[in-house]
């Protein structure tokens, strides 16, 4: 039994979820340009033949009575000298527009930038905006002054698609690697946030956003369905009770004033992608399914708030899974009794219901909460231990002590139980 006496001892209630700190786009594009050649032929002319001499001399030699004057040079057409000038225009047009302007940025690529580094600027990246707009934001405000370094980080990171839309404060000439980051992030200015910590429930999650956003409970809650998802997030297929118990992450969220439901759920699901890519998660591990795996992550969520213990919870939950122990964490009693602060008592043990995992062997049937990712990493990859029960620690920190036997379990209960006295 998973209570303040661990698994296998008396009964306790745990309500509330842990709460740590908080940690969905665009595309790129390329610009062809085609300049026009510029060409001058001079148009060919022909001068016409001389005409034949005089007739030659007679058959005596008697020479001609007059000699015929030389006939005047032909002036030369004007055409040619036209065409030249406007060559030489054209030519001349071309190295002022084209070429002086690109020598000139290359002198000017090679000077010190003249805008300072480190001033503050708040911009705002619409909804759809491309990845054209996005870089060109950046570069007017002097975040990221090349385009081509922002969608070379961008391609590095492989963020294309996981840009969010929204106000955001960065300094000038930031580093691109931590401004692509936070576009990954989401938005980071202050304003109106809604904070989701690890372990709350979905019907948890629905009142914090009606505290944030005055969106009434039960408006999210019908629109907090599976099959509303699934086709966008294959992950969400086969949900059980079509729920999206366990896939709405833990994170503090900034998404404009008035977001809707959808909205927020989507982003929500969208964290789950980001924070879960890359475990293989989809796959399952260890015999289960990638479901189970969330659900026995839920398990471990509300078992431990401290991060190095839970490959060692999980350890116990396999053990027991193994040997056909029931899990008997209360967590799940809490749940299925519909939440609540108090302790659960022997009548929650007798609850009907496929999550009283104190009758019931195996896992629960879906997630009992939303985990963080560590817990999923540790469902994924669990202690080696012989370890079937653990207890809290007298130290009051919050650790506890595991145990193979149940002979050592009642002794660190026992150790337990005194130090409250």
Known sequence: MANQYGIGGGARGRDGAYRRSAPSGGTRFKTNGSGNRLSAQPSAYRQAPSRAGAPAAGRHGVQPAYHRAPRPPKKNSPVPIIIAGVVIAAVVAVIIFFVVPTVGKLFSASEEPTVEAGIEVEINIPEGASGDQIAQILAENHIIEDPKVYYATVREMQADMLIKPGDYRFTTLQDPNEVVQQLIDGPNVAGVTLTIQE?????????????????????????????????????????????????????????????????????MLDQYEVETEGLGLEEGANGLTAQEIMSLASLIERETAVADERPLVASVIYNRLDQGMPLQIDAAIVYARGGGSDPVTYDDLEIDSPYNIYKNTGLTPGPICSPSVSSIEAALNPADTSYLYYVLSPEGDGTHNFSETYDEFLKNSEAYSESLS
């Open 199 to 267: 372990g709350l429930t979905v019907e948890q999650t629905a009142q914090r956003v009606e505290e944030t956003y005055g969106i009434p409970a039960d408006e999210f809650l019908a629109q907090a369905k599976a099959s509303n998802y699934a086709a966008d997030y294959p992950f969400l297929e086969g949900a059980y009770n079509d729920s999206l118990e366990g896939y709405l992450y833990p994170k503090t969220y900034s998404l404009g004033e008035s977001p809707t439901s959808d909205e927020i759920i989507r982003a």
